[in-house]
């Protein structure tokens, strides 16, 4: 697995003067998927995509358990959490876009049985936040109409949503631009309502400023309501590293990725950082809305929020922008997730039937898998929504942290690697920002906030809660070291570090290339609409 350079001085980028056609094919040869991405739908994957009942719905559960500070706290520290790991992955993605994105990427650069923890851990964080979803969309159907029950809902909501990811994976792509365009403007217009409603510009309501602030105050619940946020926001940022999973079915990875790194910073700012500031001002930590952990239905803080101003009829509104944000998610949801195991079973770390994709490019396996752990949310038919949402979210906080962790260590040991193998860092086609500090930072900080995040178990002492925090911490090292025992793995040395496969060229850069050679040349309007 040796890929030293035959020459120190040489660039890795230099074996691309003579394309290879592989490159230019619409369907991946190696993974047997679609190019079907364009750079404007992996941009708005990267700005808005995975925006559900995570960020919209659950804030609310976050928001009663921390009080607004812990809220804003959370948002920015797994934010800038979120940003390292980001410059890592951009890195990394942009040069090796290829199937199975760092899962991958961490069997060939760390070990063959990290890779398989990584890759399980991360297919668990999708099926459980693909549950929430299914929990929050049921549960506003039931909110508007009870006479069919909660089952019925996700029966009906499960077909569909499986029909849907069947169709392809460009259909996919070109709903999400839109889907996830209109989450934007909702929530412009949810900021816009907000300064307004506490400014006094609402006709019966006060302007009440920074009151919840003061009363019931600015943290629920000491640090351990801030701890106990963290797991929420870890849940809510889940997703900003799904460019990573959709790099391979990308027609313009070298274009479309660096550019989706980039507006991740601006999710990060606008959505994360603007939710958590407007929902802790508008909405009170202590609102019975959220604090009724019986209830069937989950209550967004916009949708408290707009009542506490007297619309009473803008709950429906809410919702109906809450359901559009959760169709979203679910389809973005089930697509990572299949990918995932897609990309698994093609590398043999699950089974090999969920690798096959049809002449399409579409993993009908892996979707049908997928989809069918979204039944995790009929748990809410017993215990409630809110609660069946907490359940969750803890099962699944403690991944998140090991798989971003998990990146930053990938990208430390490609570093190494690449400098050991005479290199330059200048030939990157995305230099990471801050390196080596930045990777350092993200290992660092996802391995405290892995071990500190069921906190408010502790005191007093919660064995329940306590488990359903840290259970899946030792599952990674049983996955871990169970694969290295039987297939017998070992870490690889920096000469052994395969620096050379999966890496490929544009697909219009093929027309670029014939372009130039008969010394043709494209309009601007042409070279302005390209992307879209």
């Known amino acids: 697995m040796s890929s030293s350079p035959k020459d120190p001085d040489r660039s890795i980028l230099q074996p691309y003067d003579e394309p290879d056609q592989d490159d230019f094919r619409s369907i991946d040869p190696e993974s047997g998927v679609k190019r079907g991405l364009k750079t404007r739908h992996l941009s708005m994957m990267a700005l808005a995509g995975i925006i559900g009942p995570g960020l919209l719905v659950g804030s609310g559960s976050a928001l009663s358990g921390g009080g607004p500070a812990s809220l804003l706290i959370g948002f920015g520290v797994i934010g800038i959490i979120a940003f390292s790991i980001m410059q890592s992955l951009g890195e990394l993605t942009t040069l090796y876009p290829s199937g199975g994105a760092f899962t991958q990427l961490a069997a060939r650069f760390v070990d063959p049985a990290f890779g398989v923890a990584v890759g399980w851990n991360y297919f668990i964080i999708w099926f459980t936040v693909l549950a929430n979803e299914y929990n929050a969309t049921s549960s506003i159907l039931v909110f508007w109409s009870d006479k069919v029950p909660i089952w019925g809902y996700f029966l009906i909501l499960w077909t569909a949503f499986l029909l849907f990811q069947l169709l392809g994976v460009s259909t996919f792509g070109e709903a999400e631009f839109w889907l996830a365009l209109i989450k934007l403007l909702g929530l412009v217009a949810f900021y816009l309502f907000s300064i307004v409603y506490v400014s006094g510009g609402i006709s019966g309501a006060d302007a009440i400023g920074f009151r919840y602030w003061h009363d019931p105050g600015p943290f629920a619940d000491g640090f351990r309501g801030v701890a106990k946020v963290f797991v929420f926001c870890s849940t809510f940022y889940a997703g900003v590293e799904s460019v990573a999973v959709a790099a391979t079915e990308t027609k313009n990875p070298g274009v479309a990725v660096p550019h989706a790194i980039r507006q991740v910073f601006w999710r990060i700012i606008f959505i994360y950082m603007g939710a958590a500031f407007f929902f802790g001002l508008t909405c009170p930590a202590n609102a019975d809305q959220l604090v009724n952990g019986t209830s069937r239905a989950l209550l967004s803080p916009m949708t408290v929020a707009i009542q506490n101003a007297g619309w009473q009829g803008g709950v429906h509104l809410i919702n109906a922008f809450v359901l559009i944000t959760c169709i979203s998610a679910i389809n973005s949801s089930i697509y990572i997730a299949s990918r995932t195991l897609l990309y698994m079973a093609q590398q043999g770390m699950a089974p090999s039937f969920l690798g096959w994709t049809d002449k399409r490019g579409v993993p009908i396996p892996a979707i049908t898998m997928a989809n069918a752990f979204g039944a995790i949310s009929m748990m809410n038919v017993s215990t409630g929504a809110a609660k069946a949402y907490g359940y969750i979210v803890n099962l699944s906080g403690v991944s998140t942290f090991l798989v971003w962790g998990s990146i930053s260590l990938t990208h430390i040991r490609f570093r190494q690697a690449w ?74 040395k920096n000469e052994e570090i395969d620096l050379q496969s999966g890496r490929r060229r544009d697909l219009d850069e093929d027309k670029e290339i014939t372009e130039a050679e008969i010394g043709g040349s494209q309009p601007w309007w042409r070279q302005l609409l390209k992307n879209f």
């Open 419 to 492: 400098e050991a193998q005479g290199y330059q860092v200048k030939d990157l086609p995305y230099i990471s920002l801050w390196y080596p500090w930045n990777a350092y930072f993200g290992l660092g900080a996802n391995m405290f906030l892995a071990l500190v995040q069921g906190w408010s178990y502790f005191s007093p002492w919660d064995a329940g809660g306590f488990v359903d925090a840290y259970i899946l911490l030792p599952l990674f090292f049983v996955i871990y070291i169970g694969y290295k025992l039987a297939y017998k793995t070992k870490l690889w």
